[in-house]
């Protein structure tokens, strides 16, 4: 089936640490998004990408880092420079071609830090 | 710019009432519009969007959207809620095909036996 997938669902993270969420997509979008999401609140972009090797700062983009070296893959890196990653963090992707593009989620990853 | 604002983060309505959970947005060009719904622990899962075409919007499990240009909004309503209605509704705007997508904070749907 198409879709997004994350890995890992759950991830617990020591101080000081780097950690890498991992998202692909078969649906052959061209987007792909970084959500973090805090317990009772809305969506924050942390990074985007429109095309291969090229992504773009969102809203919240410090401590944390992209790579878009494939199409179907955007693994975002939580590094140790975040000083606050506990949250629940959700890949998207949208096609850029149709109108009023969609963007389609994973089933999110949770982030703790112990 | 763009940004939305969902009224009440929170909404209670029985089984078998009324669902209405308010959106309104601001945007410099005609928007694109959309309402998500998050069940606990999982993704988003788009319940229906706008994309200027009738201003009236069905989407799945009975849900529907009126696009009101003169109100900014875009209320989610659906006839009669049912248990599994039960979640968060995110309401988001995007402006151009190739443009960031903002989302509101969300409102809680409770519903009650």
């Known amino acids: 089936d198409g879709g997004i997938t994350q890995s890992p669902k759950y991830l617990f993270r020591k101080e000081g640490q780097n950690v890498t969420l991992s998202c692909e997509q078969n649906l052959n979008h061209d987007a792909m998004y970084w959500y973090r999401q805090d317990p009772g609140q809305g969506l924050r972009l942390i990074y985007y990408s429109q095309i291969v090797n090229d992504f773009q700062k969102g809203d919240i983009a410090e401590g944390y880092s992209v790579s878009r070296e494939k199409k179907e893959s955007f693994p975002l890196t939580v590094t140790s420079a975040q000083k606050n990653p506990t949250a629940f963090y959700l890949c998207a992707s949208s096609s850029l071609l149709s109108s009023g593009n969609t963007i389609y989620f994973g089933e999110g990853s949770w982030l703790t830090v112990v | 710019a763009q940004s939305v604002t969902q009224l009440g983060s929170h909404v209670s309505v029985s089984e078998g009432a009324l669902v209405l959970l308010r959106c309104n947005y601001s945007s410099s060009v005609p928007p694109y519009l959309f309402w998500y719904v998050q069940y606990p622990n999982q993704g988003l899962q788009l319940l229906l969007k706008?994309?200027?075409?009738?201003?009236l919007v069905k989407g799945i499990n009975g849900f529907e959207a009126e696009f009101k240009k003169s109100e900014t909004s875009f209320h989610l309503t659906k006839p009669s809620a049912h248990m599994s209605d039960a979640a968060e509704y995110f309401c988001?705007?995007?402006?151009?095909?190739?443009?960031?997508?903002?989302f509101g904070d969300g409102t809680t749907l409770t519903v009650k036996p």
């Open positions: 706008y994309t200027s075409a009738a201003t």
């Open positions: 988001a705007v995007r402006n151009t095909n190739a443009g960031k997508s903002t």
